[in-house]
């Protein structure tokens, strides 16, 4: 294993540790309707609307590479997944291998896996929603020790003030979890599952067994049931140092953005960027580095990246 050093979220503390195992692959679901965002999704995916000074996709696809995983899979619909190819293209200026999938109806989640089935061949993998943002302190710790995990599967858990929303953790007296109950009109607790999801290799022959739920989907709760009752499912729990932001909605999108601007101005440092992330992980060198920033130099963005080179600014993986 190479060692490098790293930052926690806060730039605070230097840490040594081993570089991620490059085994586990990602899928990266950029499809849907985005029916809570219309009329802006009337004639574009919401997963390529801005969220400040990126497309959305890049804070999900950022999620992944910091999780050292370097093969992902972009799962879209059929009228939008050119437009992802011209906006992330292979993934070789970030040291990374993107491919493409179509989902031709927006059948769940879990369709995902059966989509990707050949991509993920005997691999374990980590499926991330295009539309969650996470960020904080001790985030990196989370996808390292799940990525760690060579069995069962991990799911994040997040106190939310609307639950019914989503998929939510039942416990029982003990505290032990018993069920997740999806979209529940009687919440049986304030803790959503979030949009990313790390599975063993069996999540294929899981998938394989789903019927659709009573909306005509493949659900992905139906998967971590499963997991759930063969004693694999491990959940960790996002406290108050780890931000999990769902732009689904308007107020929420609006939300993303105010979060990453005032984050971004005050720090001066930049959230999800993938040539930022590539460059600190070793997967590309300054010289691809400044390469990059000069094709973007017209903009705060480029000017960011050549700033990293000029001042030399190493604090940290961010995300």
């Known amino acids: 294993m190479v060692k490098f050093q790293i930052k926690d979220q806060n730039m605070n503390i230097y840490t040594e540790a081993e570089e991620f195992q490059v085994r586990r ?49 972009i799962v879209s619909d059929p009228v939008n997944v050119d437009l992802y190819r011209q906006l992330l293209l292979d993934g070789k200026q970030w040291g990374i291998n993107i491919s493409y999938a179509i989902q031709e109806k927006p059948e769940g989640v879990a369709q995902s896996v059966l989509i990707g089935e050949d991509f993920i061949d005997s691999s374990p993998i980590a499926i991330a929603l295009g539309d969650n943002i996470f960020h904080g302190n001790d985030l990196i710790s989370l996808l390292r020790s799940a990525d760690s995990l060579d069995k069962g599967s991990t799911i994040f858990a997040y106190a939310v003030r609307d639950p019914e929303n989503y998929g939510v953790l039942k416990f029982d007296n003990s505290g ?9 009109k009687k919440p049986p607790s304030a803790y959503a599952v979030t949009g990313l999801y790390f599975y063993d290799n069996t999540v294929i022959e899981k998938a394989k067994e789903l019927v659709p739920s009573h909306r005509g989907e493949l659900e992905i709760t139906d998967i971590n049931i499963k997991y759930l009752n ?47 992330i590539a460059w600190r992980q070793g997967w590309i060198n300054d010289q691809q580095l400044e390469k990059l920033a000069i094709n973007l130099s017209n903009s705060f963005y480029g000017e960011y ?12 993986f961010i995300n």
């Open 176 to 184: 032990s979890i018993v069920d997740i109950v999806e979209k529940p």
């Open 230 to 276: 063969d004693k694999l499912l491990n959940v960790e729990i996002m406290g108050r140092g780890i931000a999990w932001l769902d732009t689904g909605t308007i107020d929420a999108l609006q939300e993303a953005s105010q979060y990453i601007r005032t984050l971004e101005n005050r720090q001066g440092l930049k959230v999800g960027s993938p040539e930022e």
């Open 305 to 316: 990246l050549i700033k990293l080179l000029q001042f030399e600014i190493k604090d940290s």
């Open 25 to 73: 692959k990602g899928i990266l679901l950029a499809g849907g309707q985005g029916k809570r965002l219309a009329p802006l999704t009337n004639v574009i995916s919401k997963q390529l609307m801005p969220v400040y000074d990126k497309p959305m996709i890049y804070y999900s696809l950022t999620t992944l590479m910091l999780c050292g995983i370097k093969d992902i899979l």
